[in-house]
């Protein structure tokens, strides 16, 4: 079964710095989606970036990116020039297709804490 | 685009009731929803996949007649938590994915459920 690992149960930055969101997974596929959710106090999921594993380039949205690593299997979150809004649960998922259905697999998230 | 919406967004009952909540998806048509439950300072669990005209698919030690799933059209699903007990307390979140299989989930606001 995969299983997705997030280390860092809690992170801080200030305003404007730089930080980094750990992730490792497991997995025996070598076809599989990454993503990096992110969830303020109001609950709702909000996709912040994705990466398809079959890809070498590491995705860029504006001030996230990521660093992906297949063979470590390894999958971090770059924020750059962090901003208050950025405050929130950042949640790592692995998606799998098995058998013809999809399941989305979520590591315990990492707590960001942004200080002005 | 790709908006899910989720209601009611909170609910607070007695112990044996039974709790419906709907997701919606408003701009795209679904086939397949997910229903996912997260427990205080947790990460999402999937409960099940609601599939448009067919029975839902329940992941591991999820009780079918505890957590029924309905999935009449194509932008509708409903979880329907029956006799729910204190313990049933959680968030419940759906998604969906619009399009192919290269699209990620978009997750609803989530419903918090209080049994007292």
């Known amino acids: 079964a995969q299983t997705v690992t997030q280390s860092q149960p809690e992170m801080s930055v200030q305003e404007a710095e730089t930080v980094t969101l750990s992730c490792t997974y497991d997995?025996?596929?070598?076809?599989?989606?990454l993503f990096w959710y992110k969830q303020p106090p109001s609950r709702q999921m909000i996709l912040v970036i994705r990466?398809?594993?079959?890809?070498?380039q590491n995705a860029t949205e504006n001030r996230f990116s990521v660093n992906f690593q297949k063979a470590a299997k390894s999958f971090s979150l770059k924020i750059s020039d962090s901003q208050l809004g950025d405050a929130a649960m950042y949640f790592c998922?692995?998606?799998?297709?098995?058998?013809?259905?999809?399941?989305?697999?979520f590591g315990k998230g990492t707590k960001l804490t942004v200080n002005p | 685009g790709a908006v899910v919406s989720q209601h009611p967004s909170w609910v607070i009952c007695k112990s044996g009731t039974s709790v419906k909540i709907e997701c919606r998806s408003l701009?795209?048509?679904?086939?397949?929803m997910f229903w996912y439950r997260q427990f205080p300072k947790q990460s999402l669990m999937l409960m099940a996949t609601?599939?448009?005209?067919?029975?839902?698919?329940?992941e591991q030690g999820v009780e079918k007649d505890k957590f029924l799933i309905n999935h009449a059209s194509l932008t509708l699903s409903t979880l329907t938590v029956t006799s729910a007990h204190p313990e049933d307390s959680s968030f419940y979140i759906c998604?969906?994915?619009?399009?192919?299989?290269?699209?990620?989930?978009?997750f609803g606001d989530g419903t918090r459920l209080s049994i007292l």
């Open positions: 609601s599939n448009e005209g067919s029975k839902a698919t329940y």
């Open positions: 701009d795209f048509q679904a086939t397949t």
């Open positions: 997995t025996s596929e070598s076809d599989y989606y």
């Open positions: 990466q398809e594993a079959y890809k070498q």
């Open positions: 998604s969906s994915r619009q399009g192919g299989s290269n699209q990620p989930q978009h």
């Open positions: 998922a692995y998606r799998s297709w098995q058998g013809g259905s999809e399941k989305l697999v």
